[in-house]
């Protein structure tokens, strides 16, 4: 494996996920053609699903007739952890004249190596706390309660099974695409043998 710390070794293309405190950084080879480096500055700008204000920026630099996207861990460290929609902004230096060339989406995942923690997607957390409320949910239990005017309706044991089963597909469907990009096998894999 090449040293990801050199700019020379940088992979083509944004990453798909991104871990808190990494140093991160990729080229683009595909567009210096088009805007050169020398005129023109490229810049990923994404925000962070769900409408807030959380907003990363990483502007790059030039790499010959490439583009060098760069983020230091320092930068990283101060992410926050979740699913980001992204814009690729060509910026004309003559004038700040902008285009949008690339939307996408990237991953801020959490760092292991910070205390408390918890490596578990969203689904497999979803199933986890379903199945606890089934495991704990007494025979004759009531799905509707009303106190002086406040109400709770509870899910019915039938619903939390249907829901149940769709975090587990979307787990396993993760589970697979993980398996799947360290080069693991799956169930899906095709086996060959010659003869």
């Known amino acids: 494996m090449a040293n990801l710390f050199e700019a020379t070794n940088a992979p083509v293309g944004e990453p798909a996920e991104i871990v808190i405190g990494d140093f991160v950084q990729?080229?683009?080879t595909d567009i210096g053609a088009d805007y050169p480096p020398a005129s023109h500055t490229a810049k990923y700008v994404a925000r962070l699903r769900g409408g807030t204000s959380t907003e990363i920026a990483i502007t790059s630099s030039a790499s010959g007739s490439d583009y060098l996207f760069?983020?230091?861990?320092?930068?990283?460290?101060?992410?926050i952890?979740?699913?980001y929609h992204w814009?690729?902004?060509?910026?004309?230096?003559?004038?700040?004249?902008r285009l949008i060339l690339e939307r996408g989406e990237w991953e801020i995942i959490v760092d292991l190596d910070t205390a408390g923690t918890d490596p578990r997607t969203h689904a497999e957390i979803m199933v986890d706390k379903i199945e606890s409320?089934?495991?704990?949910?007494?025979?004759?239990?009531?799905?509707?309660?009303?106190?002086?005017?406040?109400?709770?309706?509870k899910l019915s044991i039938d619903d939390l099974l249907q829901w149940r089963d769709y975090y587990r597909r979307e787990?396993?469907?993760?589970k697979r695409k993980r398996d799947i990009k360290n080069?693991?096998?799956?169930?899906?894999?095709?086996?060959?043998?010659?003869?």
Not at 70 to 79: D, E, I
Not at 87 to 97: F, G, K, R, T
Not at 135 to 145: C, L
């Open 133 to 153: 409320l089934l495991s704990g949910r007494a025979d004759a239990d009531v799905s509707n309660y009303s106190i002086q005017g406040r109400s709770l309706v």
């Open 70 to 79: 760069s983020a230091a861990s320092s930068a990283t460290a101060n992410y």
């Open 26 to 28: 990729w080229k683009r």
């Open 81 to 83: 952890a979740g699913r």
């Open 171 to 174: 787990a396993a469907m993760q």
């Open 87 to 97: 814009q690729l902004e060509m910026l004309q230096n003559s004038d700040n004249s």
């Open 183 to 195: 080069g693991k096998r799956t169930k899906s894999s095709v086996m060959m043998r010659f003869v």
